[in-house]
T-cell receptor
Framework: DAGVTQSPTHLIKTRGQQVTLRCSPK?????VSWYQQALGQGPQFIFQ???????QRGNFPDRFSGHQFPNYSSELNVNALLLGDSALYLC??????????FGPGTRLTVL | QKEVEQNSGPLSVPEGAIASLNCTYS??????FFWYRQYSGKSPELIMS????GDKEDGRFTAQLNKASQYVSLLIRDSQPSDSATYLC??????????????FGQGTTLQVKP
């Protein structure tokens, strides 16, 4: 049984560019949450998707957007990248509000 | 005041000792509490969840919850060098509705010395 998968593993972008990160949830899970983890900090909630809709959003600007597909996989898009967007981006899957399980993450570096 | 607070550490304990990790939270209506372990460069891994006041044991790990004091802790018995990691406390606050949104502390770094 595959766990949560994310791609790519690492990504290097320059300021002003756009990036798309991808997540496939654990089998049987229908909800995907995205978190940003800066170095030395705990993960911060970006938003959550269920039934292809954004259910709740954290304190992140509109440059951060997402999508969920009918197969429950999800994308996180970040536009107009800033240096401060450099972080580990984590996807967590769950069955609705049940316990969340994290994927391996995508390390984004913005130069 | 941060929503979820942890001492960043490092907390250093000798091998075989009990490690005690603490966490306080500000939202009195919080319902669900989790401990995740994160090795350097890796993603968080769920260790324990706890929903009711009292203790919950799983192997060498015991989670303790005191909602009146807004306090949750994790005890690791017979600590091993492989337990050396950052331990993240996560809380599902009342205002999250039915989404299961998690608020994390900054994590406590545990070092277990052989």
């Amino acid at each position: 049984d595959a766990g949560v998968t994310q791609s790519p593993t690492h990504l290097i972008k320059t300021r002003g560019q756009q990036v798309t990160l991808r997540c496939s949830p654990k089998s049987g899970h229908d909800t995907v949450s995205w978190y940003q983890q800066a170095l030395g900090q705990g993960p911060q909630f970006i938003f959550q998707y269920y039934e292809e809709e954004e259910r709740q959003r954290g304190n992140f600007p509109d440059r951060f957007s997402g999508h969920q597909f009918p197969n429950y996989s999800s994308e996180l898009n970040v536009n107009a990248l800033l240096l401060g967007d450099s972080a580990l981006y984590l996807c967590a899957s769950s069955r609705l509000a049940d316990t969340q399980y994290f994927g391996p993450g995508t390390r984004l570096t913005v130069l | 005041q941060k929503e979820v607070e942890q001492n960043s550490g490092p907390l250093s304990v000798p091998e075989g000792a009990i490690a005690s990790l603490n966490c306080t939270y500000s939202d009195r209506g919080s319902q669900s509490f989790f401990w995740y372990r994160q090795y350097s460069g890796k993603s968080p891994e769920l260790i324990m969840s706890i929903y009711s006041n009292g203790d919950k044991e799983d192997g060498r790990f015991t989670a303790q919850l005191n909602k009146a004091s807004q306090y949750v802790s994790l005890l690791i018995r017979d600590s091993q060098p492989s337990d050396s990691a950052t331990y993240l406390c996560a809380v599902n606050p009342l205002g999250s509705g039915n989404t299961g949104k998690l608020i994390f502390g900054q994590g406590t770094t545990l070092q277990v010395k052989p």
